[in-house]
């Protein structure tokens, strides 16, 4: 049964507003994929704090008409893909492109970052950046790294002396 105006209505407004609220939006197109694998990837990405939704172009189109650009989406086939990242920019677009590497049928396109089109291969690069909690890791080992060097050389001058007694103690013995 079609949808009245105010049901298509409603939807487009939903579009628009997870859209401005989402970090990073990856646009695709999913024609062929079967549900299962569909299911399994939703429930990834809700465990990462972003959510997958199947949309027609046009309404994607409208809702994206104030963000310019809207015709990026012109090249995607079938009805398409959008996952929204709220938590961290770089989690749907890592989790999207992982299922892109397992199954032909779901392509890749453009997206949407701060509030900007972005091209497809711009979103490729952003699903190989490493996590926020990575990046995090990285930074706490970085600055932990002199303080940890500083203990090892104190340290060993004590572990020298040590050495020495017992090598005195070994020798009296």
Not at 74 to 103: C, F, H, W
Request: glycine share 8%; charged share 30%; no cysteine.
């Amino acid at each position: 049964m079609p949808k009245s105006k105010a049901q298509k209505k409603k939807v487009l407004e939903d579009i628009k507003e997870k859209i401005a609220k989402s970090k990073a939006v990856v646009f695709s197109s999913d024609k062929g994929l079967n549900v299962k694998t569909v299911e399994k990837m939703r429930r990834e990405l809700k465990q990462g704090g972003a959510e997958y939704l199947v949309a027609k172009k046009t309404i994607l189109q409208l809702a994206t008409k104030e963000l310019g650009e809207a015709e990026a989406l012109d090249n995607l086939r079938g009805s398409v893909g959008v996952t929204l990242s709220y938590g961290d920019e770089v989690t749907g677009p890592k989790i999207i492109n992982k299922y892109a590497k397992e199954n032909e049928a779901l392509e890749l396109g453009s997206g949407i970052l701060e509030n900007k089109f972005v091209l497809a291969d711009m979103v490729k690069r952003l699903a190989t950046l490493p996590s926020r909690e990575q990046l995090l890791a990285k930074l706490v080992g970085t600055i932990n790294a002199p303080i940890s060097g500083l203990v090892q050389v104190l340290s060993g001058n004590t572990r020298k002396l040590v050495y020495a007694l017992s090598a005195i103690k070994e020798k009296k013995s």
